[in-house]
């Protein structure tokens, strides 16, 4: 009988801060009906106070994540932490997480791919359930991205918000999990979507910071027109490789990075408005935890065998989809 790795549960922190399009109207020239027309962005959550890294909304996450499973924190042998705003360069992000939530008896590593790094993290772990070796497998995406956000450039800075989502992964042999994925990767996009520096290359100086070089810098119009593509190709491909028409699939899961990318993958897909997740409006691009967001956001919708289809675009450029069939019946775990 083969084994795949489904998601048995989920679970999301966002923090209680509301960046409104109201009050980014006092920082920069922009209104709310520019920032909704172009992003579909209405407010985003922004994690605020002294020593708050991406860790303390992953802990809060898989805390919640644990907690509704019923999961022994000891019984959990890898947690992978896809992260773009690490708490520190080392130890991991990953490893904060599981201290602050007690694993102790598993191995932790970040994943970076930007905004990919959900889905590439979500495919790796789902490796190891498949190969048999481990049980019981956390993939956790926590990003603060207002720590890398200049707020006085007004192109990016309506975009981005704070928050954390988490899976677990567990064996299943009756064909619900993660069936298949596309995972791609474009490294001459580079140049159109970084952050100048900060790592190895240019390490952190007065004149890096003055130069606002620790900030996300993207060519918009070639990023948009790049995303919008190669969504939507990925999308596309897992559906015909795994014969799905747009009647199969229950749900399309995009990342929230901009509604009019979200619209143009769904389009190509042929899949209507009301089988598109979407909280983008709630939350704006919070980077790695786009995804898993959406999943928690949804799960009382989300019923045992639904073929639902992700995909993501990141900085990079990287991006990929993955094709799951879910595994239990959420409204039954918001009831209980």
């Not at 919640?64 to 959990?76: A, H, R, S, V, Y």
């Not at 993207?218 to 995303?227: D, L, M, R, S, Y």
Request: aromatic residues 8%.
């Amino acid at each position: 009988m083969k084994i795949t790795a489904a998601i048995t549960g989920v679970g999301a922190y966002v923090p209680e801060y509301v960046l409104t399009n109201a009050e980014l109207e006092k920082l920069v020239e922009t209104t709310d009906e520019w920032i909704m027309s172009r992003t579909g962005i209405k407010e985003r959550r922004i994690l605020k106070g002294e020593n708050q890294g991406a860790s303390v909304m992953g802990i809060k996450a898989v805390q919640q994540l644990l907690d509704k499973t019923g999961t022994n924190p000891e019984d959990i042998d890898l947690l992978i932490c896809a992260t773009t705003t690490p708490d520190v360069l080392f130890p991991a992000t990953a490893n904060i997480i599981s201290n602050g939530v007690g694993i102790t008896k598993a191995f932790s590593y970040d994943v970076n791919a930007a905004c990919s790094s959900f889905l590439f993290s979500l495919a790796t772990g789902a490796q190891f359930i498949q190969a048999g070796t481990y049980k019981k497998v956390i993939v956790v995406g926590a990003d603060k991205m207002s720590s890398i956000v200049d707020y006085t450039d007004r192109a990016n800075c309506i975009l981005f918000g704070d928050g954390a989502a988490a899976v677990l992964l567990e064996p299943n042999s009756e064909g619900y999990g993660l069936l298949d994925h596309v995972l791609r990767t474009d490294g001459s996009g580079e140049a159109y979507l970084h952050q100048k520096a900060g790592g190895s290359r240019r390490p952190p100086s007065h004149a890096t910071v003055d130069a606002k070089e620790h900030y996300i810098y993207q060519e918009g119009a070639t990023v948009f027109k790049f995303a919008v593509k190669s969504m939507a190709d990925v999308a596309a491909q897992v559906m015909e490789r795994n014969h799905l028409s747009k009647d199969d699939v229950a749900w399309l899961v995009p990342h929230q990075a901009n509604k009019r990318i979200i619209d143009a993958t769904a389009n190509r897909m042929g899949v209507g408005p009301e089988k598109v997740m979407l909280n983008i409006h709630r939350y704006g691009n919070t980077t790695n935890a786009t995804i898993p967001l959406c999943l928690a956001d949804y799960e009382s919708q989300l019923k045992r065998g639904d073929n639902l289809v992700l995909a993501a675009f990141g900085g990079g450029f990287t991006w990929g989809s993955i094709y799951i069939k879910w595994a239990y019946d959420g409204a039954a775990v918001a009831r209980s």
